[in-house]
């Protein structure tokens, strides 16, 4: 164990031998340090906290503080981080309210002066780049990527390899596999090279793709989108995935709004209606959105 003579350590802790702790970490009480954890300098890791094995944590990281919530009443809890994380400089992870923890999963990389607030829940092998801010209760699901300064409102889901543009204001569920950006943000189609990277077989993707215009492209609501997908498309892993997730919508409600092409037009529910474009980052082009009649909606998005 390498422990620096200026780090002030609990008596309560338990940190493995094969730990490194850095000058001037400030270790509480009960916390638990897995096998071939670094810690650089200034880390502070308060009381109750558990971190498992091969994390890295850089410069000024604190992580189990209390909560920023007015209900919290010192109640004991704790924020649990897995294993494999790299977590850089002054990153701020709060513990949970409510008597509940604040989870991170194994092998993310969180990037500086990202906050995760109370009872936040971050799955694995996520990217959250810097200034990121994570609100109480948030959900992120496995494969994540989110880009620098993102907001993301309080309960907020985002489904597995979604892709959130830099700077977006986040106050819906994002489905899995969307791109979003914007300030509020909006859909941007599918997040192609992550389905690729992971592997996903060409006729899933293309299926995820159908998914993907009976929610935003079909002038159906959230029920009508998921009544078709269900019964005109095969199941898959994915497809799967993507209904669970808009069938347990958090209290926000699902992301029902697309960007198009159509300069200056918002698409939400097959209707275009005219914004203000200066709010939006566009990414990628998306083809123009072509609007059905109710008789011929499903044949024309299937055949996408």
């Excluded at 981080?81 to 999963?105: A, C, D, M």
């Excluded at 985002?158 to 986040?170: D, E, L, Q, R």
């Excluded at 998914?211 to 009544?227: I, W």
């Amino acid at each position: 164990m390498k422990i620096h003579p200026t780090a002030i350590i609990d008596s309560t802790a338990q940190i493995s031998e094969t730990a490194v702790i850095g000058p001037y970490c400030i270790i509480g009480k009960r916390v638990k340090i897995g096998e071939d954890t670094i810690l650089h300098s200034h880390v502070i890791l308060e009381d109750e906290t558990i971190i498992g094995e091969k994390n890295e944590i850089f410069q000024g990281v604190v992580i189990g503080t209390a909560p920023q919530d007015l209900s919290w009443r010192n109640e004991v809890s704790r924020v649990v981080v897995g294993n494999g994380n790299l977590i850089r400089e002054y990153v701020t992870i709060h513990k949970g309210s409510g008597g509940k923890n604040t989870i991170i999963g194994d092998g993310n990389y969180i990037m500086a002066y990202v906050h995760a607030g109370h009872n936040v829940k971050i799955g694995s092998r996520c990217i959250i780049a810097n200034s990121v801010g994570l609100a109480g209760y948030v959900e992120l699901e496995d494969k994540v990527v989110m880009g620098g300064m993102a907001a993301v409102h309080q309960f907020v889901k985002i489904g597995t390899m979604a892709m959130v543009g830099g700077y977006s204001k986040n106050v819906k569920d994002i489905p899995p596999y969307v791109k979003v950006d914007g300030i509020p943000s909006r859909a941007y189609g599918l997040n192609l090279i992550a389905l690729k990277r992971n592997e996903i077989p060409l006729e899933n993707r293309e299926l995820l793709k159908k998914a993907y215009n009976f929610l935003y492209r079909s002038g159906y609501n959230l029920c009508q989108a998921v009544e078709a997908i269900e019964h005109n498309l095969p199941s898959t892993v994915e497809i799967e995935r993507f209904l669970h997730f808009l069938r347990n919508p958090s209290r926000q409600g699902i992301l029902s709004r697309e960007f198009s092409k159509k300069a200056g037009y918002e698409h939400e529910n097959g209707a275009d209606r005219e914004v203000d474009q200066s709010a939006y980052f566009a990414t990628e082009d998306l083809a123009d959105v072509r609007l059905c009649t109710a008789g011929d909606r499903v044949d024309k998005l299937t055949s996408r």
